[in-house]
């Protein structure tokens, strides 16, 4: 019979469940942060939920991730996991970028078709299911965000090419 006393019966405490958005990061070979951590603190207050129990599940700074294999291609820059009451969890994509001048849209269209090409690899089935769960809530996609003034107008011809790829113009702001 042993005389030791049993110490630290306790369990560890269990981590915090991982988010569909950080699980779908991982099967991408990805390193999702929390919240909206990986968005650049300039960036960061630019982005938010529309209401005040909209969370922010986790978030990736594709354009880091991808810089040294990919050091010429027009890169899409965030994307965030997000989830509101009572809904599914869903991603949407957010690119920082002027938008001063008409020329921008084709960059713009440019790294989308990149992320495009990302979501459509088998890697990154799981963020491109949240990325359509997020079309099925209603909301957008993609998103340009203005870094300065907007250049682009609604109802332009650059808007126009815009919104046949499911984008809105150029906002100072993403609310979601």
């Not at 981590?15 to 650049?40: I, N, Q």
């Not at 129990?53 to 991808?66: E, I, K, N, P, V």
Request: aromatic share 6%; net charge positive.
């Amino acid at each position: 019979m042993s005389t030791k006393k049993q110490v630290g019966n306790r369990k560890a405490p269990a981590a915090p469940a991982r988010s569909a958005f950080e699980k779908a990061a991982t099967a991408a070979g990805l390193t999702a942060a929390p919240g909206k951590s990986a968005v650049e603190n300039r960036y960061r207050g630019s982005v938010e939920g529309k209401t005040a129990d909209t969370r922010f599940t986790g978030s990736l700074d594709m354009d880091a991730a991808f810089k040294q294999v990919e050091p010429e291609a027009n890169r899409w820059d965030f994307g965030i996991g997000m989830r509101k009451p009572a809904k599914q969890e869903f991603a949407v994509w957010v690119e920082p970028h002027s938008a001063s001048s008409l020329g921008e849209v084709k960059t713009i269209l440019a790294k989308l078709d990149w992320l495009q090409g990302k979501l459509d690899q088998p890697e990154f089935r799981q963020l491109k299911a949240l990325t359509d769960a997020c079309a099925a809530q209603g909301h957008r996609r993609f998103h340009w965000m203005a870094t300065a003034r907007v250049g682009i107008r609604p109802g332009s011809r650059e808007a126009n090419m815009l919104a046949a790829r499911g984008m809105n113009p150029p906002s100072t702001r993403v609310v979601i």
